[in-house]
């Protein structure tokens, strides 16, 4: 079975530039969740998904990020425009459902940097 | 408010000692807990969960963890550690309420492994 894909694995900008980083989850996941992982942190959750339609997203800065979920498959996370404070890893991750038995697959991260 | 808190940044271990990585958390109902593993560039991989049950959880790879309600405790450990066991550990609590479902993380604890 496929993991979680996500590209590209890294990605270096200039703050103010924008960005996008692209996920495709595993196959019949519903659930779909974009966390940011910030250097000697967890990963915090910045948005979820349950098909193409948000779950929450009380913890994603609106006024310079965005995602999308269209077809209730792959899913794209937008920076726009980048600060500084947004070099992290971006971690995707998919289940099944969202109740507490559906595990979360992660994919490998993207990793931005911003300069 | 939830929160998870492992309060070891960093743990150096010979390999073939035994390893317990602490994590305690902050929740308000019954928590349901998971251990995840990330190492170098890969994304994180699920080691074992907590429900409910037992409070003593195998996972994957050796790895074990108890659940102590009174210490609001959920301890990693394993009786003998290898090299490949290197990497960055996160406990995370699930937070499954009304329509949410998802992970709050500490922030890990980094083990090494010495030879």
């Known amino acids: 079975e496929a993991g979680v894909a996500q590209s590209p694995r890294y990605k270096i900008i200039e703050k103010r530039q924008s960005v996008a980083f692209w996920c495709n989850p595993i196959?019949?996941?519903?659930?779909l969740y974009w966390y940011q992982q910030i250097l000697g942190q967890g990963p915090k959750l910045l948005i979820q998904?349950?098909?193409?339609?948000?779950?929450?997203d009380s913890q994603l800065p609106k006024d310079r990020f965005s995602a999308e979920r269209l077809k209730g498959v792959d899913s794209t996370l937008k920076i726009q425009p980048a600060k500084l404070e947004d070099s992290a890893v971006y971690l995707c991750?998919?289940?099944?459902?969202?109740?507490?038995?559906?595990?979360?697959?992660f994919g490998p991260g993207t990793r931005l940097t911003v300069l | 408010a939830q929160s998870v808190t492992q309060p070891d940044i960093h743990i150096t271990v010979s390999e073939g000692a035994s390893l317990e990585l602490r994590c305690n958390y902050s929740?308000?109902?019954?928590?349901?807990l998971f251990w995840y593993v990330q190492s170098p560039g890969q994304g994180l991989q699920l080691l074992l969960k907590?429900?409910?049950?037992?409070?003593l959880v195998q996972g994957i790879k050796g790895f074990e963890a108890e659940f102590k309600r009174s210490q609001s405790s959920f301890n990693l450990r394993k009786p003998s550690v290898h090299w490949s066991d290197a990497a960055e550990y996160f406990c995370?609590?699930?937070?499954?309420?009304?329509?949410?479902?998802?992970?709050?993380f500490g922030k890990g604890t980094k083990l090494s492994v010495k030879p």
């Open positions: 196959s019949g996941h519903a659930t």
């Open positions: 995370a609590v699930g937070h499954y309420g009304g329509s949410q479902g998802n992970l709050i």
């Open positions: 929740y308000g109902a019954t928590p349901y």
């Open positions: 998904f349950q098909n193409n339609g948000v779950v929450d």
């Open positions: 991750a998919s289940s099944f459902g969202r109740s507490r038995t559906d595990t979360q697959y």
């Open positions: 907590y429900f409910s049950g037992d409070t």
